[in-house]
């Protein structure tokens, strides 16, 4: 699956448009690199996304293409 929709299928961030624009601008890594939104996600991945001053740092779980919302936090844990 492609980094900005499962940025977006996870919620990390909301709409895929601004997940899309946040790897454009290389504020997400994946695995310590520089990521693009085309990347492809697979499970170990340890993704960072920085956000102005703070950053997020997670380890993908599992990739679905739909998930609901209460189920969203199943697809990756904080690090």
Do not use: H, P, W
């Amino acid at each position: 699956m492609r980094l900005d929709k499962f940025l977006k299928v996870s919620r990390l961030i909301k709409r895929r448009t601004v997940a899309n624009e946040a790897c454009d601008a290389g504020r997400v890594f994946v695995n310590d690199k520089s990521a693009k939104a085309s990347y492809d996600v697979k499970n170990g991945d340890i993704i960072e996304i920085q956000f102005g001053t703070k950053s997020v740092k997670v380890e993908v779980l599992d990739v679905q293409e739909t998930v609901k919302k209460d189920e969203a936090k199943e697809l990756y844990r904080y690090l």
